[in-house]
């Protein structure tokens, strides 16, 4: 399912104006990732598309249709939503936190828990943790139920806000391949939120970089944004002229490849059907990083 934003704009009632004639197509069953520093308004675009927050003008569309003239609950539930640090319900059982939204729709108990033990499988979690409370768990695995809770109602579209930004790298790494994995096996189209441009470069298809009012800095594949910065925010944004990874793309046998300060292949470069492949074993992230288009 394809997103567009059609000049939207967000003015919170005490006047911020957190998001300004923002315009950008979301490609269906791929990752587009919007990346910016604090207060740039990720957050505030995310929560537009299942209307946890309406924009004060423009329009959005899910497949062409305004998603204003649809019922914010209906349309919150037919889409997934992952947060930070999980969001789960800490009074209830980690099967029951991820059976909330299909039970909300009404369905069975026993269908639903059903459901929500094979989605604790399709995110790598043991179905013995399923009588756990959240507290009982480690942050990895809480971040892994909170998406297969925003999986549970099998959306088309999976919305999700920094959703390892509080795990450690190594975890971190871990929930990044099985998001490209889950994205490669399930077809979802995620928009995925962060502040950390590696992350944003792994992940994304389509990559966003906004400055402050929800401003596009510029948008594209990470090669093309790598490859020729589009202003002096970009550059210093993805670090390409601080020396600090010295991320750049160089061009091997006609493809691009992307390689640290130390010529090692550093991020993930390749089209849609080949993402599992882009990431090695051994859990590095994205270790294989060419493009092959
Ligand atoms: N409910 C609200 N009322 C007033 N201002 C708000 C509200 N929510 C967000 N804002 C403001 O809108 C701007 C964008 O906020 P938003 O949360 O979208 O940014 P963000 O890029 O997601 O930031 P972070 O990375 O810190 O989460 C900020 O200036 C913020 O203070």
Do not use: W
């Amino acid at each position: 399912m394809s997103i567009e934003f059609r000049s939207v704009s967000k003015r919170f009632d005490d006047g911020t104006l957190a998001v300004e004639n923002f315009e950008l197509t979301i490609p269906s069953r791929s990752i587009t990732v919007l990346v910016g520093s604090s207060g740039c308004g990720k957050t505030t675009l995310l929560r537009m598309v299942n209307r946890m927050v309406d924009p004060t003008s423009g329009s959005i569309l899910i497949d062409g249709d305004d998603i204003a003239n649809r019922p914010p609950v209906a349309l919150r539930r037919s889409i997934g939503y992952v947060m930070q640090n999980s969001g789960l319900l800490p009074h209830r059982k980690v099967v029951d936190n991820v059976a909330t939204v299909p039970r909300l729709n009404g369905v069975s108990k026993s269908e639903s828990r059903a459901r929500a033990l094979e989605l604790l499988d399709t995110v790598g979690l043991d179905r013995s943790l399923a009588d756990r409370y959240p507290n009982q768990l480690s942050g990895g695995q809480q971040q892994r139920v909170g998406v297969a809770r925003g999986l549970a109602a099998d959306p088309n579209i999976l919305l999700m806000d920094e959703p390892f930004g509080a795990v450690d790298p190594i975890v971190r790494t871990e929930l990044q391949r099985e998001t490209l994995r889950l994205q490669r096996d399930l077809d979802k189209t995620v928009v995925f939120v962060t502040h950390d441009i590696d992350e944003a470069f792994l992940l994304g298809d389509q990559v966003v970089i906004l400055q402050k009012g929800g401003i596009i800095a510029q948008k594209g594949t990470p090669a093309e944004i790598l490859a020729a910065p589009a202003n002096d925010f970009v550059a210093e944004f993805v670090g390409a002229d601080r020396g600090k990874r010295a991320l750049h793309v160089v061009s091997v046998d006609g493809r691009d490849v992307l390689v640290d300060s130390d010529g090692r292949p550093a991020g993930r470069l390749v089209p849609a059907p080949d993402k599992a492949e882009a990431l090695t074993a051994s859990g590095a992230p994205a270790a294989q990083g060419e493009r092959a288009s």
